[in-house]
Structure formats: structure tokens, C-alpha cells
């Protein structure tokens, strides 16, 4: 079973919809992050998080919210969806110690 | 601006030969390097690492340098096999940043064949 896991796999959904993105982790790592994959800009940081409401913006975070009411659970909303946001996106781990990521399998999403 | 650059989108070797992977990188502040590598449908996995204060560092078929000075490091893999296809990123970053921000260059796809 993995310690990461996302939630869709795979959604396309219209321009100007919200939408919910999850990530839920099994390694109790403090540490999470939501990335996007894009062709040529390989990964972007989108938001970060220490802990349980203890969020941060990365360098792309513009049209995207996070919330982290639990520490297991690591959600990211895109408010209003543009295509520009059609995109891979990858949670990650890492345990207080340590350098490296651990990361979920992704969630890609298509906005028409 | 991106901070680490990998300037070959992909790379082509044949199974056997040596694999060298490129990456480069801007801010001086960074000073732990990562490689990831990643197959379709599945996210990254850590791969090799690097502190800064070591020149290299080998881990089987793996062998990362790092160029302080000329703010490059190179992955080279050998011998290549065929399930090494796959996409590399190069990543970096600050140990005294405590949120631990990695940040990643944009890959190199790597196929190896027959």
C-alpha cells in the first residue's frame, strides 16, 4: 500500500470550475508540498506545509489555495480553473530529517 | 528565472555505454544536490545525492559530481541498461532553509537501446 496517495488520478473539468486535488500520506511526515509538471519547466513549487494550518506559497501559487487540517491530508484547490493550469500535479513528503521527497504517483488534469 | 538548468531536454545511449546527465545551477546558497528519476504514469523517486562539501558521490551504477565552482554537477550512469529509460531531474537545495524547497531543473529524458 502506498504512503502517498492522490485522489483523482486523472480530471478534466471546465474553465471556471473549482477544483479539489488531494493528498493523503501514511508516513506522518511533517513536511508536504504540491508540485506541477509541466513539458520544459520541469517541477514547479505550488504551496508548502510544516504542519496542521501551517501553509506557505511557492513560486506558482497564483489561482491556487491549500489547506491542512490534518496531518495526513494535504488539499489544493484551483479557485476558478484555467487552461493554463492544465498540468501534472505531484504531492510530496519529506520527514523531519532528511533531504529528500517522497512523491505521490500524480493527479493530471485537463481544463477545457 | 530557473535557478537549476538542465540544458538537454533528452539523451539517447546505447545499453552498455555511459550515460552523462548535465545539470547547472545559478544561486551559490544551494548546497545539497538531488537526482529523481521518473517513469510515465508515476512520480518521482530519489535517485542519488550530494552535500557540497564532498566532489562526488557513487552509489552502485550511479556516480554524481559536483563543481562547486563552475556550479555543475553531472550524473553519470554505467553501464546504461534499458529499464534506466526514463526522465532525470536534477534537483537543489538550501540546508539551512528549513522548509527543505527543493527546487528542480526540467528533466532529460533518457532512452537506452538495444
Known amino acids: 500500500d502506498a504512503g502517498i496517495t492522490q485522489s483523482p488520478r486523472h480530471k478534466v473539468t471546465e474553465t471556471g470550475t473549482p477544483v479539489t486535488l488531494r493528498c493523503h500520506q501514511t508516513?506522518?511526515?511533517?513536511?508536504m508540498y504540491w508540485y506541477r509538471q509541466d513539458p520544459g519547466h520541469g517541477l514547479r513549487l505550488i504551496h508548502y506545509?510544516?504542519?496542521?494550518?501551517?501553509?506557505d506559497k511557492g513560486e506558482v501559487s497564483d489561482g491556487y489555495s491549500v489547506s491542512r487540517s490534518k496531518t495526513e491530508d494535504f488539499l489544493l484547490t484551483l479557485e476558478s480553473a484555467t487552461s493554463s493550469q492544465t498540468s501534472v500535479y505531484f504531492c510530496?513528503?519529506?520527514?523531519?530529517?532528511?533531504?529528500?521527497?517522497?512523491f505521490g504517483s500524480g493527479t493530471r488534469l485537463t481544463v477545457v | 528565472d530557473q535557478q537549476v538548468k538542465q540544458n538537454s531536454p533528452s539523451l539517447s545511449v546505447q545499453e552498455g555505454r555511459i550515460s552523462i546527465l548535465n545539470c547547472d545551477y545559478t544561486?551559490?546558497?544551494?548546497?545539497?544536490f538531488l537526482w529523481y528519476k521518473k517513469y510515465p504514469a508515476e512520480g518521482p523517486t530519489f535517485l542519488i545525492s550530494?552535500?557540497?562539501?564532498?566532489d562526488k558521490n557513487e552509489d552502485g551504477r550511479f556516480t554524481v559530481f559536483l563543481n562547486k565552482s563552475a556550479k555543475h554537477l553531472s550524473l553519470h550512469i554505467v553501464p546504461s541498461q534499458p529499464g534506466d529509460s526514463a526522465v532525470y531531474f536534477c534537483?537543489?537545495?538550501?540546508?539551512?532553509?528549513?522548509?527543505?524547497?527543493?527546487?528542480f531543473g526540467a528533466g532529460t529524458q533518457v532512452v537506452v537501446t538495444p
Open positions: 508516513e506522518n511526515h511533517r513536511y
Open positions: 506545509s510544516y504542519g496542521v494550518k501551517d501553509t
Open positions: 550530494i552535500s557540497s562539501i564532498k
Open positions: 510530496a513528503t519529506r520527514a523531519l530529517t532528511g533531504h529528500g521527497y517522497t
Open positions: 544561486n551559490s546558497m544551494f548546497d545539497y
Open positions: 534537483a537543489a537545495s538550501v540546508t539551512t532553509d528549513s522548509w527543505g524547497k527543493l527546487q
